[in-house]
């Protein structure tokens, strides 16, 4: 059974930092490109990041471009997504997930299988 485990969310301060993790257990995942998603209450989930399957492409949101990271150890079959200077708006419930349907874009949530249960990110002003 392919499980997905998201980690590392919490309360922090505006222009404070948090490191999520997403585990994958029950398969392998290390030649499948991997995102990350969110979704704020009452709003429809969006695009985070995404990575390839051997980290050298990575894509991002232009909301967080140049404020968060993406980057996985497929040895340990995890994606990560490093958050540097948080901002109120970025309180979500973020959401790995693994890109399986080529069809789709990258940003595109119906080209993704397998996700995870989420973890909140709350960021207080």
């Known amino acids: 059974q392919v499980q997905l485990v998201e980690s590392g969310g919490g309360l922090v301060q505006a222009g404070g930092s948090l490191r999520l993790s997403c585990a994958a257990s029950?398969?392998?995942?290390?030649?499948?490109?991997k995102g990350w998603f969110r979704q704020a209450p009452g709003k429809e989930r969006e695009f985070v990041a995404a990575?390839?399957?051997?980290?050298?492409?990575?894509y991002y949101a232009d909301s967080v471009k140049g404020r968060f990271t993406i980057s996985r150890d497929n040895a340990k079959n995890t994606v990560y997504l490093q958050m540097e200077s948080l901002k109120p708006e970025d309180t979500a419930v973020y959401y790995c997930?693994?890109?399986?349907?080529?069809?789709?874009?990258?940003?595109?949530?119906?080209?993704?299988?397998?996700w995870g249960q989420g973890t909140q990110v709350t960021v207080s002003s």
């Open positions: 997930a693994i890109y399986t349907t080529h069809q789709y874009a990258f940003g595109d949530p119906r080209g993704y299988d397998y």
């Open positions: 029950g398969r392998t995942f290390s030649t499948y490109a």
């Open positions: 990575i390839s399957w051997n980290g050298d492409n990575t």
